[in-house]
């Protein structure tokens, strides 16, 4: 048989092949079929060996020949086959369909507010600082006037992690950090952060948020408390929010302060709106007293400026602000234990 005859025979026979392969992998197994390694063109010249020299040039040439032509039809049939597979996808392309978002997560609740609060009163010239939560009892308690072995140490429900270490119960410690590291009014910071008490039911957990905000000059009044207080708690809450002041007592600030705010719900009426328009009995979120408590404060003590250095021609204020509690209200939240479960149910709601 002649071997060249053989060659010249392969084109057609792949060539009907191609016409009846309609995938990709079909056409896959017939490149194979012809031009793998073990195919029919190389077969075809192993076979090289049986021609007497003076043939083989001629055969050479034919079997390269041979091979261009194979691979040429091979690729041909791939690019229509491609083409094909294209436009069928694309027939089944609806662009009228509302397209899927890639997930790229949220930030949490919390955080949202803590930024925002931030932000509302970096707007008012007051600087962010963080500090640890792991605290001396210098900090926490002993430099914001809290006497060895008072009660009040008793109120926060302190974790102790060793002698004379805490788990800061509370953001205040920043208010000494902050006039220790500064040395000399005056000074307006606003500092974030995780707090710790030994405390859990439904309405506490042992870590939440609190925010502490302090202002040291020369000539500060319980009027710049107030003005400065009431401005941010209606930019937080609204224009229309009431705003009102108590006594209390923290060993830290003389006078002392509690702000309440008008419940967000009932708007300060007591009674909760009903379904079906007007007023139902009472509302669950102020216990019909019209009134939220929303943030402690109080112009700092002397003792404090004391144990800082801090001269006696210092005055100054200080808040302090539970972020869990706003957050609650902004959002309409019902339980503060939605916060720490991580339900991305929960959390995918606030972007
Ligand atoms: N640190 C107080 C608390 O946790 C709040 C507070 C801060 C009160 C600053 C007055 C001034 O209850």
């Not at 808040?319 to 706003?326: D, I, T, Y």
């Amino acid at each position: 048989m002649n071997l060249i005859a053989e060659l010249e025979r392969l084109a057609p026979s792949l060539q009907s092949g191609l016409a009846r392969a309609s995938s990709l992998s079909e056409l896959e197994a017939l490149h194979i079929d012809f031009l793998g390694r073990k195919g029919a063109l190389a077969r075809l010249m192993s076979r090289l060996p049986e021609l007497s020299p003076g043939e083989r040039p001629a055969f050479g040439k034919a079997a390269n020949a041979v091979k261009e032509e194979l691979t040429a039809l091979v690729e041909r049939r791939r690019s229509m086959l491609v083409a094909e597979a294209e436009e069928s996808a694309l027939a089944r392309f609806d662009p009228s369909l509302p397209g899927r978002r890639p997930w790229t997560g949220s930030l949490h609740p919390i955080t949202l507010v803590m930024e925002e609060i931030c932000r509302l009163f970096n707007e008012l010239g007051f600087e962010t600082i963080s500090g640890p939560e792991v605290e001396t009892d210098f900090h926490n308690f002993e430099a914001l006037n809290f006497p060895r072995d008072h009660p009040a140490r008793d109120m926060q429900d302190t974790l102790f992690v060793s002698d004379g270490i805490v788990m800061r119960t509370h953001t205040s410690p920043m208010q000494v950090r902050s006039m220790l590291e500064r040395k000399a009014p005056p000074l307006a910071v606003i500092a974030p952060g995780k707090v710790y008490r030994r405390d859990s039911d439904i309405t506490h957990t042992p870590m939440f948020h609190q925010i502490e905000g302090l202002l040291v000059d020369k000539n500060i009044s319980l009027a710049h408390l107030r003005g400065t207080l009431t401005l941010f708690l209606r930019r937080l809450f609204g224009s229309e929010l009431k705003v009102r002041f108590r006594p209390s007592f923290f060993p830290f600030t003389e006078p002392s302060v509690e702000v309440d705010i008008s419940c967000i719900l009932c708007s300060g009426t007591g009674r909760r709106p009903s379904e079906q328009g007007g007023y139902d009995e009472s509302c669950r979120i102020c216990k019909s007293t019209g009134w939220l408590e929303i943030l402690g404060c109080g112009m700092i003590d002397p003792a404090v400026f004391a144990h800082v250095g801090f001269d006696e021609q210092c005055t100054g204020f200080a808040f302090g602000l539970g972020v869990e509690r706003v957050a609650m209200l902004k959002y309409g939240i019902g339980d503060l234990r939605m916060f720490f479960e991580g339900d991305l149910r929960f959390l995918r709601q606030f972007v």
